[in-house]
């Protein structure tokens, strides 16, 4: 299984619109929507590996049991703020890197994805710190700060799945501040597998950490596991501030703007639901359609 100042999938929005005028928005893009037929799709020959569940998506817009946002203002405001020492009893690393990723990830984000960003890690250091996991809380920390920038225009490509813009984005900035190559490559891992638990979960904790964390903010799964007072810190210091309508905004511009993106990517269940000329081939329509008799 994550994902700007574009309302694109990591454009998470920094002025959340009223519902009524996000749906004449929404209907209006759908409208300018490319009409790319199914056939045509096909004959691309696109083979992109699935990623993730699709069932994460219904319990993304479902409500999950947490509090909500407190309103785009505070993601705003957190933008300019210092970060913190210590939240939930999780200390932010404090080196270098950290600091210049965080710098990085503040400029190039929404407050709304970047408040989603800083919950991963709280989120996912958390629970493996109560099961006793060790990891290098650096390599977890950096990974989890970029894990997103695939959702931010800048940083997308025409065709890849977000995960992989941003995994490719974080790669290049990582390298630029001569961060060791083996570093890098966990970090490029973390975020190409972040929507993918039961790949992430079998690799090297720091890979996991970002998977599970961002997971927790997505769907809520795993959530009855952060005791109410670190919650609720978490939420005070990091709002989501409108965090599923804008994720859910983001997933419809990938839909749009880059369909070949989502080819058998849980998020075309998305478009297909919400766009009206959204014509990326299902899984049943590539088995179909493979040349061969039978």
């Known amino acids: 299984m994550s994902y700007c100042r574009e309302r694109q999938p990591h454009s998470y929005a920094c002025g959340v619109q009223p519902p009524t005028e996000r749906r004449i928005i929404m209907s209006e893009r759908a409208n300018e929507a490319k009409n790319i037929t199914r056939r045509t799709m096909l004959e691309r020959g696109a083979g992109v590996a699935a990623v993730g569940a699709a069932s994460a998506l219904a319990a993304a817009l479902s409500s999950p049991p947490a509090v909500e946002a407190q309103g785009q203002d505070a993601a705003s405001n957190s933008r300019g703020a210092t970060l913190p020492t210590v939240v939930a009893g999780v200390r932010f690393p404090d080196s270098e890197l950290a600091r210049a990723a965080v710098v990085f990830a503040r400029k190039v984000s929404s407050g709304t994805l970047f408040n989603h960003v800083m919950r991963t890690y709280l989120y996912g250091s958390l629970l493996f710190d109560r099961r006793g996991v060790r990891y290098d809380r650096e390599l977890a920390f950096v990974a ?151």
């Open 144 to 294: 989890a700060v970029l894990h997103d920038l695939g959702l931010v225009k800048a940083y997308q490509t025409p065709n890849e799945h977000f995960e992989v813009d941003g995994a490719d984005a974080a790669r290049k900035f990582l390298r630029e501040r001569r961060m060791p190559a083996a570093r890098v490559e966990v970090v490029w891992d973390a975020i190409a597998l972040h929507t993918n638990v039961g790949v992430a979960s079998r690799k090297r904790p720091e890979i996991g950490i970002v998977s599970v964390g961002s997971g927790l903010d997505f769907t809520g799964t795993g959530l009855q596991q952060i005791p109410a007072d670190a919650l609720a810190e978490i939420l005070a210091v990091f709002p989501r501030a409108g965090f599923k309508q804008d994720a859910l905004v983001n997933i419809l511009s990938l839909c749009r703007t880059k369909p070949m993106s989502v080819l058998m990517h849980p998020f075309a269940e998305v478009g297909r639901r919400h766009l009206s000329d959204f014509q990326v081939p299902t899984v049943e329509d590539l088995l179909l359609a493979a040349p061969f008799e039978e």
